[in-house]
């Protein structure tokens, strides 16, 4: 089976930068995925990351290190918008669960003036 | 434009009632999935189709039946034997392949509540 670990909450100042840790334990892996949900709304996909390093996609950036089991999403710049649950998650590729994701209980970014 | 429909919104049933909630998407996705979410609990998989007729058992499927008879939609009926059935319930997609599929598509969602 797979878990992960992520932060419950976050809280942090507008403008500035925050960073969402989550650590995993699969008996395979594939690579990390990063989701957003807003309050009500539906999962949007962030980031995806298969191989070790920093991927940047504007204000947000993902990192991966695949021998730690560790990765974490960056925020910068925050914006009041940017209040959301962030969700990590993990594939595992081996058994009969080979194509699903399974996803972390999620942290709760609040952004504060 | 493209994308993923569920319906109804909101939902009320009363207990000992099947209820079926519909999802359909114009992705042209081969893979569609229904996940379960209760508060502070995250994203929980019900069940998933990786094709047409062919559909697995995810993490919690118990008290829940789906059908995959078209590429474009993907049913899910709550039944009377799922215990505590209230939930915010998401239907997603996403093609087939490594790379592609870790990034899934998702619906609106279904708040479910019995009563």
């Known amino acids: 089976g797979q878990s992960l670990e992520q932060p419950s909450e976050v809280t942090a100042v507008e403008g500035a930068i925050v960073q969402i840790n989550c650590t995993y334990q699969?008996?395979?892996?594939?690579?990390l995925s990063w989701y957003q949900q807003h309050d009500g709304g539906a999962p949007t996909f962030l980031s995806y990351?298969?191989?070790?390093g920093l991927e940047e996609t504007g204000r947000f950036s993902s990192f991966l290190s695949r021998s730690d089991s560790y990765g974490y999403l960056l925020l910068q710049e925050l914006q009041m918008k940017d209040s959301a649950s962030y969700f990590c998650?993990?594939?595992?590729?081996?058994?009969?669960?080979?194509?699903?994701?399974?996803f972390g209980k999620g942290t709760k970014l609040s952004v504060i003036p | 434009d493209g994308g993923i429909t569920q319906s109804p919104k909101y939902l009320f049933r009363k207990e000992g009632q099947n209820v079926t909630l519909s999802c359909e998407q114009n992705?042209?996705?081969?893979?569609m999935y229904w996940y379960r979410q209760d508060p502070g609990q995250g994203l929980r998989l019900i069940y998933y189709?990786?094709?047409?007729?062919?559909?697995q058992k995810g993490d919690i499927a118990e008290g829940y039946s789906v059908s995959r008879e078209k590429k474009e939609s993907f049913p899910l009926t709550v039944t009377s034997a799922q215990k505590n059935p209230t939930a915010f319930y998401l239907c997603?997609?996403?093609?087939?392949?490594?790379?592609?599929?870790?990034?899934?598509?998702f619906g609106p969602g279904t708040r479910l509540t019995v009563l």
């Open positions: 992705l042209n996705h081969d893979a």
């Open positions: 189709s990786q094709i047409v007729n062919d559909f």
């Open positions: 990351n298969a191989l070790d």
């Open positions: 699969t008996s395979g892996f594939y690579g």
């Open positions: 997603a997609s996403s093609p087939r392949d490594r790379g592609r599929l870790e990034k899934q598509f």
């Open positions: 998650a993990v594939r595992d590729p081996t058994g009969a669960g080979s194509y699903q994701l399974t």
